[in-house]
Structures are given as structure tokens and as C-alpha cells.
């Protein structure tokens, strides 16, 4: 809900605070450019510290940069108060939710439990953003401050739940091993590089192209079309929704199946496509409205496909490292896709969904191009004994792939 709560409100922040769209847009953007540098290093302390003593501080650190928020936008009427609080909260958003990805690799055993967790958290962080725009709408009715105010009082809920009902097993085995150290980390990466940056630019671009139609979305809702409040809220959710039925249901289609999470990311860039060019060519409300309904379905589909080929093709000991460097690629996503969107607006919609769908295509391609059979990228297959490999290659046909399906 950090983010998306905002979406509705950011015009009626441009009122308030006196400010451009394009700065209204950065209120999105300062949220998500600390979270890209921070969300790396939580995942490499996470890997050394444990994850629960890294989410916890974390969500204290987001209750603060709410507090911070909104005092700033109610009391001093201040935009740069308002960015500064969403900085300080950006950076507790680093310690939180990408770490819950390693810590369900963690607790379940089994591959396909892992992709049916793994859908569930998408779906749940998808869940999050269907009610995010109602809860914002509503909130901004009464003042619109009180969504600034509201992130403190979830950060306390989440805080309860995650220090009395989650339960770390512990580590035995492999999993006492040594954490990588920096260069063993970027040794790791750079020999899979190809298919790593695959599924990176595929989880990078699916937020992008959601949030920037969201933001363009609710734009023209107030502007054109004289909706806010809870209808505004209600037509923001349905997309949402429909990319939350989704990634519920492509977790559990994909199962351990790493071809399955290959293709099911690639049908999914290509789905999310044809919403956008429905977007560039169709005018009016309601085909805009579908358009971004067709595009989150799409994206639903790609984004559990690619949690579940990093999740599980990474050992214990390096996957908060490395999923986190994933979660933070798709945070450059977030922070990229307002302002363009902001700027692309004004040359008409065409351009705004016309340059959504080919970054939709390129990334269906690129997962087609980049994850392949037995890439250790680009150099061949890795051994299951050798040291090197924590990075699985993807690869069902190779006689010594991790990935080989079990007789």
C-alpha cells in the first residue's frame, strides 16, 4: 500500500500543495529511488542477521517516514516535508516486503509450495494495491493527509503479525553454510548474468508499465472525466483486481515447473502488450479502462513466473541477496513510471500506451532470448557439484540440471 494509495491522491496533492504533475509524480518516485539502492543491502544483511530481525526495524523506519509525511502535508502544508517523510519511508519499505520472498523460500520445503507461496505473496502485495486506491480515495475525502497518516497504523498491524505468527525454522545442514561476500555475490551473478537480467528487466518493466498507466488512469479520471473520491477508487481497483485474480492462479499453474514459469512470464509480457496497443488505439474512458485491465492481467501472469525462477534457482544462504537485487530492479520500475508517463502525456495517449506496449513486447522477447536452456550466462551448463553454482541454471533437459523433473 505504500505506493499505491498515493495514485488517487497525487491530484488532489497538486491542489493542496500547489505543485505540477510532474512533481506530484516524484512524491511516487523519492518512495521508490531510496528503496533501490537500500533493498539490496537488507537482502545481504537479511542473509547474515536473519530476515525477521531486518523486517521489523524496517517497518518501524516506514511508520516514521509516514509520520513524517503527513505532518508535513497537514501542519506546514509543505512539499518538501512530504518528500522527505516519503524518503524516510522508501528506505523502511527496503527492509520489508522483498524480504518476505527469501523468507517463504525459507519455511517451505518443497518447489511447488514455494510457487503456490510465491503466488500467494504476489497476490497479496497485488491484493494490497486493489484495496490501496479505495483506501486512499476514502481516506482523502476526510483530509488528505490521512493516507500519509494511515501508513503508521499498518506498519503496527504488520509489525504484531510478523513478530507473533512467523516462525523461522532453523538453519541445518547446507543452509549453515557461509553467507557469499560481496565478490562471491557479483562472481555469482556475472555468470548468470543472461538469464538474471532476463527475468530482472521482465520484473522491472511489469511495474513500470503498471504504474505509469495507473498514474495516467487516474489522471484522466479527475481531468476528463470528473470522477474522485470512492468511484474513482472503485474503477482504479478493477485492474488491480484483475492482476491480483491472476498472479493467485499462476502460482499454482506453475508448480516447479521451470518452463512453465519461462513461457508463463513471456504469454504474459504479450498479453500485458495487447492491452497497452488496445489503450493506443481506442479512445475514451472505457477502453482506456480496459486497456489496463488486459495489461494487469498480463502482468499478473509474468510476475509470479519471475519470483519463482529467482526463488528457486537460488540457495538459502544467497537468496535474500539476490532477490532482493530483483525486488529493486522492480522498484526502478516504480520510480520510472510515473514521471515518463507525466511527460508522454503530453503529446496524447497514443504515446503513453504505444510506449507501454513495446516495452511489454521487448521484455516477452528478452525472456524468450535470455532464459534459456542450460545458460550459465552464455557459458553452458553448471554442474550440481560444482562450488560455484547457487545460481541453478533453468534447464529440464540437461542430465545434470538441478532442474531435471524427478522420475
Not at 154 to 173: E, N, T, Y
Not at 243 to 268: D, E, Q
Not at 285 to 310: E, H, Q, S, Y
Request: proline fraction near 5%; charge should be positive; glycine fraction near 12%.
Amino acid at each position: 500500500m505504500g505506493n499505491s494509495m498515493m495514485i488517487p491522491v497525487l491530484p488532489i496533492l497538486q491542489r493542496k500543495l500547489d505543485i505540477s504533475a510532474f512533481q506530484s509524480s516524484l512524491i511516487i518516485t523519492a518512495y521508490s529511488i531510496i528503496a533501490i539502492v537500500l533493498i539490496p543491502v537488507a537482502g545481504f544483511v537479511s542473509d547474515r542477521i536473519g530476515r525477521k530481525r531486518v523486517i521489523l526495524p524496517a517497518l518501524a523506519m516506514t511508520a516514521v517516514g509516514g509520520l513524517v509525511a503527513g505532518i508535513g502535508a497537514s501542519l506546514f502544508h509543505s512539499y518538501g516535508w512530504v518528500l522527505a517523510g516519503r524518503f524516510i519511508q522508501g528506505a523502511g519499505s527496503a527492509g520489508a516486503m522483498p524480504i518476505a520472498m527469501p523468507l517463504v523460500g525459507d519455511m517451505l520445503k518443497r518447489d511447488d509450495e514455494v510457487s503456490k507461496a510465491l503466488g500467494t505473496i504476489e497476490m497479496s502485495n497485488t491484493f494490497g494495491k486493489v484495496l490501496s486506491p479505495l483506501l486512499g480515495a476514502a481516506l482523502a475525502m476526510w483530509g488528505f493527509s490521512l493516507p500519509f497518516y494511515a501508513i503508521p497504523v499498518l506498519c503496527l498491524i504488520s509489525g504484531i503479525m510478523v513478530a507473533w505468527c512467523v516462525r523461522v525454522p532453523k538453519r541445518r545442514g547446507e543452509e549453515l553454510a557461509r553467507p557469499p561476500s560481496v565478490s562471491e555475490l557479483f562472481s555469482l551473478v556475472h555468470r548468470h548474468l543472461r538469464w538474471l537480467l532476463a527475468v530482472f528487466f521482465t520484473g522491472a518493466s511489469a511495474m513500470f508499465v503498471l504504474f505509469g498507466t495507473l498514474v495516467y488512469l487516474s489522471d484522466r479520471l479527475e481531468s476528463d472525466w470528473n470522477m474522485d473520491g470512492i468511484l474513482k477508487g472503485l474503477i482504479l481497483a478493477i485492474p488491480l483486481g484483475c492482476l491480483c485474480l491472476t498472479s493467485y492462479f499462476a502460482g499454482r499453474v506453475i508448480g516447479n515447473h521451470k518452463r512453465r514459469m519461462k513461457y508463463t512470464a513471456v504469454i504474459g509480457g504479450i498479453v500485458a502488450s495487447c492491452g497497452s496497443l488496445i489503450g493506443a488505439m481506442v479512445p475514451g474512458m472505457f477502453w482506456v479502462a480496459v486497456a489496463v485491465c488486459v495489461t494487469g492481467i498480463g502482468i499478473g501472469a509474468a510476475l509470479p513466473a519471475t519470483d519463482a525462477l529467482i526463488t528457486e534457482s537460488i540457495r538459502k544462504a544467497q537468496r535474500g541477496s539476490i532477490t532482493s537485487v530483483y525486488t529493486s530492479t522492480r522498484f526502478i520500475g516504480v520510480a520510472a513510471g510515473p514521471p515518463v508517463v507525466s511527460l508522454l502525456a503530453r503529446f496524447g495517449q497514443s504515446w503513453v500506451f504505444g510506449i507501454m506496449a513495446g516495452v511489454c513486447l521487448l521484455a516477452a522477447w528478452y525472456s524468450v532470448w535470455g532464459i534459456q536452456a542450460g545458460t550459465g550466462g552464455g557459458r553452458g551448463p553448471v554442474h550440481r557439484k560444482s562450488r560455484d553454482a547457487s545460481l541453478q541454471p533453468i534447464h529440464e533437459k540437461s542430465p545434470r540440471s538441478i532442474f531435471r523433473r524427478k522420475a
